[in-house]
């Protein structure tokens, strides 16, 4: 695809249950980045990857939440337990590197609600 | 702690007039970038301008300027002859490692385009 797709874009789920939300980046970008953006923020930093693996997790809440990008190209973030504190956009972003000079393309985001 | 402060939490312009939002931040790092970015109501993130600290010149985009105080710590965004299309809004962001990784944004200013 042209851009960076998120599915699915709302999600309304019950407080305790697990979701996944995925991410399609653009393709050929090695870097992906989440973050959380609650109303009325801006977007907090959460995990990002450099191919498979997460160089830098420590924006991640607690255990609850993890992130998997299994073949360098789609990502999952995965919420167990969730909480209504959860409820949030959740934005995907994807790069060409992690050099700040490389332009981070967003996604429409997941809006995600915790009743 | 970096921080981005954005002391502006709504702005409204006249539609052709010419309107400047405002962002501080705090970083240790001596080379860094800088970012405006602007959400309208799609939720999607889109880069507007850039900023590499080192370099003393400001940035400009066609439309958009920013006015960067590097002793300061100041990185403001001029939009010149406001279109509809320019309502949404803005965050200013940096680089938590200055030069790469994750970004850091405020919270954002509402910008209202009046017709």
């Known amino acids: 695809g042209a851009g960076v797709s998120q599915t699915p874009s709302n999600k309304v789920t019950e407080k305790g249950k697990y979701v996944e939300l995925r991410c399609d980046p653009i393709s050929g970008h090695t870097a992906l980045y989440w973050y959380r953006q609650s109303l009325g923020q801006g977007p907090e930093f959460l995990i990002y990857?450099?191919?498979?693996?997460?160089?830098?997790d420590s924006g991640l809440p607690n255990d609850r939440f993890f992130a998997v990008r299994p073949e360098g190209s789609v990502s999952t973030l995965k919420i167990q337990r969730t909480e209504r504190g959860d409820s949030a956009v959740y934005l995907c972003?994807?790069?060409?590197?992690?050099?700040?000079?490389?332009?981070?393309?967003f996604g429409p985001g997941t809006r995600l609600t915790v009743l | 702690a970096q921080t981005v402060t954005q002391s502006q939490p709504e702005m409204s312009v006249q539609e052709a007039e010419t309107v400047t939002l405002s962002c501080t931040y705090d970083t240790s790092e001596s080379d860094y970038y800088l970012f405006w970015y602007k959400q309208p109501p799609s939720r999607q993130m889109i880069l507007v301008i850039r900023q590499e600290a080192y370099k003393q010149q400001n940035a400009t985009e066609n439309r958009f300027s920013v006015n960067f105080q590097k002793a300061a710590k100041s990185f403001s965004l001029k939009i010149s002859d406001s279109q509809l299309g320019d309502a949404a809004m803005y965050f200013c962001a940096y680089p938590l490692g200055g030069s790469q990784g994750n970004l850091i944004f405020g919270k954002g200013t509402k910008l209202s385009v009046k017709p």
């Open positions: 990857f450099q191919g498979t693996g997460a160089a830098d």
């Open positions: 972003a994807s790069s060409q590197g992690t050099s700040a000079y490389n332009e981070q393309f």
